[in-house]
């Protein structure tokens, strides 16, 4: 086994002892630190498992006008797609177990990325689960235009370092409870 992926069992497993009640509306009253443009699609995700939760933030920012999308899996070693999503849309379940919307919703282009993790450091690197999907969905996006990603998580989720692969994306934020953390990349 790869030290990373003992590191991505070991930071799972301290996840989901992280969960408390409160801890998405803790998430939603930092929306105002996250200063994002007038109208930019804000891409969330639906919480897996004990990932922080980033749908009371969600509603939060559809609030303020920003229309919102969530990611589909595609296709292994393929970029997610977004679709427009509200909160009174049906999801459907893929077969990871991953809540998705309609593959007939429309398709959108978010220029801000709410981005789950296991783990993350102060330098913006991120450990997700290990499939890659948002290492190649930013890259994407990156080469195309400027996308901001941010990283929703418990603050007990920092580790001191991160292992860091050529592959890897780097977050531009992270936001826990205690508030909204930017990294100089």
């Known amino acids: ?18 969960a408390t009640p409160g801890h998405a ?5 930092h929306v105002g630190a996250l ?13 897996f498992r004990a990932e922080a939760d980033p749908k009371a933030l969600m509603l939060a920012l559809a609030g303020r ?9 595609t296709g ?15 999801l459907v379940v893929h077969p990871y177990g991953v809540a998705e919307p309609q593959a007939d919703a429309p398709v959108v282009v ?3 990325l709410l981005v789950p993790l296991l783990a993350f450091d102060g330098h913006g690197t991120r450990l ?19 996308v901001c990603a941010i ?17 890897d994306e780097r977050l531009d934020a992270v936001l826990t409870e205690n508030g909204l953390t930017l990294f100089c990349l």
């Open 110 to 112: 978010p220029k801000v």
């Open 65 to 73: 006008g920003h229309p919102l999308a969530l990611p589909a899996m």
């Open 1 to 18: 086994m790869s030290d990373k992926s003992e590191l991505r069992r070991k930071a799972e497993a301290h996840r989901n002892t992280l």
């Open 128 to 146: 997700g689960y290990g499939g890659g999907y948002y290492d190649r969905t930013l890259a994407a996006l990156r080469a195309a235009g400027a």
């Open 151 to 167: 990283g929703i998580a418990y603050a007990g989720q920092e580790l001191p370092e991160v292992p860091h692969g050529a592959h």
């Open 25 to 29: 509306a803790a998430l939603a009253a």
């Open 35 to 47: 200063a994002i443009a007038p109208d930019a699609v804000v891409a969330g995700y639906a919480a």
């Open 76 to 90: 292994k070693a393929q970029p997610l797609r977004f679709h427009r999503w509200c909160e009174t849309d049906a």
